[in-house]
């Protein structure tokens, strides 16, 4: 366990040092002022968390502070991580896999993301736990993403279903859910076309892959994960909301946190769309997909003792 909490303390070292490291050296000993809290604010702001959720946070730090009477600058720190911890605990829901039955889970996102490497991280999370899986590969608009799909698959040890290039994305699913079932699976994941959320024709095909899941199994898929690019900052945000628009998404996979300061982009994405974040990736590795802890993850943001599962 401490190497595990170790390394996520070390992949989100960037968020860390930008963003609760600034606040760290700009609150030190400082009177609480007004002035302090909108270089707080500021802060917070260039972390990503987004003007809307910024605003609320420091209104309830303001409350408290007038409330409890608090004079020591430093206690400021401790309100943000909490009303941050709770923000993140509001909207927690863990992967829902029902044990004596296949479970579906859809994976959308733009192409990018690293999606189809997620994909594979999930397969293998599931097979270690010792469940069968198989992978549908409904994204069939790229050789290369069918190619990748497979490669990783035989990495693994695990089935993919796939057709041809071109093929109808929903065929695919289909055929996919039909073979998870004659096989007795107990987890089927359908990869989807990595497409610009604005183009409303594309969309509308993840769409249909999902009413042809959920028209051949009732209560599928189980699950719908967006994965979202961290580096991508408030632009995951326009992007969340669409799909979720179009798929009423049950979760998000945030990628590349190890790669960017703007890791508070996850406060936002939580807060003001209300979608879980399931998983977080940190790393390149098969292993570096954690599930998601709110209070582990804010402690491992303070450099404090904690980590993730």
Same mark, same amino acid.
């Given at each position: 366990? @401490?190497?595990?909490?170790?390394?996520?303390?070390?992949?989100?070292?960037?968020?860390?040092?930008?963003?609760?490291?600034?606040?760290?050296?700009?609150?030190g000993g400082r009177k609480l002022d007004e002035e302090l809290?909108? +270089?707080?604010? &500021?802060?917070?702001?260039?972390?990503?968390?987004?003007?809307?959720?910024?605003?609320?946070?420091?209104?309830?730090?303001?409350?408290?502070?007038?409330? $409890?009477?608090?004079?020591?600058?430093?206690?400021?720190?401790?309100?943000?991580?909490?009303?941050?911890?709770?923000?993140l605990k509001e909207n927690c829901e863990p992967l829902k896999?029902?044990?004596?039955?296949?479970?579906?889970?859809?994976?959308?996102?733009?192409?990018?993301?690293?999606?189809?490497?997620?994909?594979? $991280?999930?397969?293998? $999370?599931?097979?270690?736990?010792?469940?069968?899986?198989?992978?549908?590969? *409904?994204?069939?608009?790229?050789?290369?993403?069918?190619?990748?799909?497979?490669?990783? !698959?035989?990495?693994?040890?695990?089935?993919?279903?796939?057709?041809?290039?071109?093929? #109808? /994305?929903?065929?695919?699913?289909? &055929?996919?859910?039909? *073979?998870?079932?004659?096989?007795? !699976?107990?987890?089927?994941?359908?990869?989807?076309?990595?497409?610009?959320?604005?183009?409303?024709?594309?969309?509308?095909?993840?769409?249909?892959?999902?009413?042809?899941?959920?028209?051949?199994?009732?209560?599928? =898929?189980?699950?719908?994960?967006?994965?979202?690019? *961290?580096?991508?900052?408030?632009?995951?945000?326009?992007? *969340?909301?669409?799909?979720? +628009?179009?798929?009423?998404?049950?979760?998000?996979?945030?990628?590349?946190?190890?790669?960017?300061?703007?890791?508070?982009?996850?406060? /936002?994405?939580?807060?003001?769309?209300?979608? =879980?974040?399931?998983?977080?990736?940190?790393? +390149?590795?098969? +292993? &570096?997909?954690?599930?998601? #802890? @709110? !209070?582990?993850?804010?402690?491992?943001?303070?450099? !404090?003792?904690g980590g993730m599962n």
């Amino acid at each position: 366990m @401490p190497e595990i909490i170790g390394k996520l303390k070390n992949r989100l070292s960037k968020t860390r040092d930008a963003l609760f490291g600034g606040l760290k050296s700009l609150v030190g000993g400082r009177k609480l002022d007004e002035e302090l809290f909108e +270089e707080i604010e &500021d802060v917070l702001i260039q972390g990503d968390l987004g003007i809307n959720t910024v605003l609320e946070l420091m209104e309830f730090v303001r409350k408290e502070v007038k409330a $409890k009477g608090i004079n020591n600058s430093d206690e400021v720190l401790s309100l943000i991580k909490q009303k941050i911890e709770d923000i993140l605990k509001e909207n927690c829901e863990p992967l829902k896999l029902i044990s004596g039955q296949l479970n579906v889970i859809m994976v959308v996102g733009v192409n990018g993301v690293g999606k189809t490497t997620s994909i594979a $991280k999930l397969a293998n $999370k599931f097979k270690k736990d010792g469940k069968r899986v198989l992978l549908g590969a *409904a994204d069939t608009f790229r050789a290369a993403a069918i190619e990748q799909l497979e490669e990783w !698959a035989g990495r693994l040890g695990i089935e993919v279903i796939k057709q041809q290039e071109g093929s #109808d /994305p929903a065929a695919v699913a289909f &055929d996919a859910l039909k *073979a998870a079932q004659s096989r007795k !699976a107990d987890v089927l994941i359908i990869d989807t076309a990595g497409r610009l959320q604005t183009k409303k024709n594309l969309m509308e095909e993840i769409k249909k892959i999902k009413r042809v899941i959920s028209r051949e199994m009732s209560g599928a =898929p189980h699950e719908v994960l967006l994965v979202l690019d *961290a580096t991508t900052g408030q632009n995951a945000i326009s992007q *969340a909301k669409l799909f979720n +628009e179009a798929l009423e998404l049950t979760g998000i996979i945030l990628t590349k946190l190890d790669g960017t300061a703007k890791g508070g982009i996850i406060v /936002p994405i939580v807060n003001e769309l209300g979608i =879980p974040v399931k998983f977080i990736g940190v790393g +390149e590795g098969i +292993e &570096d997909l954690y599930e998601f #802890d @709110p !209070a582990k993850f804010s402690e491992a943001l303070f450099d !404090a003792e904690g980590g993730m599962n």
